[in-house]
């Protein structure tokens, strides 16, 4: 716990200090990131809502960092942690670990591999869709679970290849959601992007 503390704590200095709001429109964030953030702790309370322990929660924290960027999507994670541990009726142990397991790991990785793709290949669409939107959620989540399993154990009575069978098809499952909104926000309504740029990944005529 206290190194969950810890990575919160330094993230969230980073991201205040980054002062990323100077980049929102006078209106404020734009309603699909914050209509995003509202149905986040519905996928993080998943095996709550259900009733299914073993259930693995869904993210959503790769689509948000595309969304908003890296500095507001850490701020946001905040209170989608702090309304899964209350509605979901969480100990804040276990609300602190979902945020940084669920939110903070996964969202800096597929951030992170997205700069990779960005910088590495060629700047066209579906590279963006393919890449960012899926790939690199595919990774992030996959990772983070592994991750989270190596600092946290394997828990009692579980087999901790099962839980990383479970958290790579999860992984998967994420990334198809991801992968699909970008696609579609992309050809509809690409300004809900922070992280795409027509004049960047589209070919030139």
Do not use: K, N
């Not at 919160?8 to 991201?15: K, T």
């Not at 979901?88 to 992170?112: C, D, K, N, Y």
């Not at 828990?155 to 959601?177: N, Q």
Request: charge should be positive.
């Amino acid at each position: 716990m206290a190194l969950e503390a810890a990575v919160v704590v330094g993230v969230m200095a980073l991201a205040l200090l980054l002062r990323p709001w100077r980049a929102l429109p006078l209106a404020g964030p734009p309603w699909p990131w914050l209509g995003w953030c509202a149905v986040m702790p519905l996928l993080w309370g998943s095996d709550q809502v259900s009733h299914v322990p073993l259930l693995q929660p869904l993210s959503g924290a790769c689509l948000l960092a595309l969304m908003a960027g890296w500095p507001l999507a850490m701020l946001s994670l905040l209170p989608v942690a702090l309304l899964t541990t209350v509605l979901g009726g969480l100990e804040w142990a276990v609300g602190l670990s979902r945020l940084v397991w669920l939110g903070i790991v996964p969202a800096s990785l597929a951030f992170g591999l997205g700069l990779a793709v960005r910088r590495w290949l060629p700047h066209h669409l579906f590279v963006y869709i393919l890449g960012r939107g899926f790939f690199a959620s595919v990774l992030a989540m996959w990772l983070s679970g592994a991750l989270a399993l190596w600092v946290q154990g394997t828990p009692s009575g579980s087999d901790a290849g099962d839980i990383l069978i479970g958290r790579w098809l999860s992984a998967w499952g994420d990334a198809f959601l991801t992968g699909m909104l970008v696609a579609i926000f992309v050809a509809f309504r690409p300004q809900w992007l922070a992280t795409y740029s027509d004049r960047l990944y589209l070919p030139a005529r």
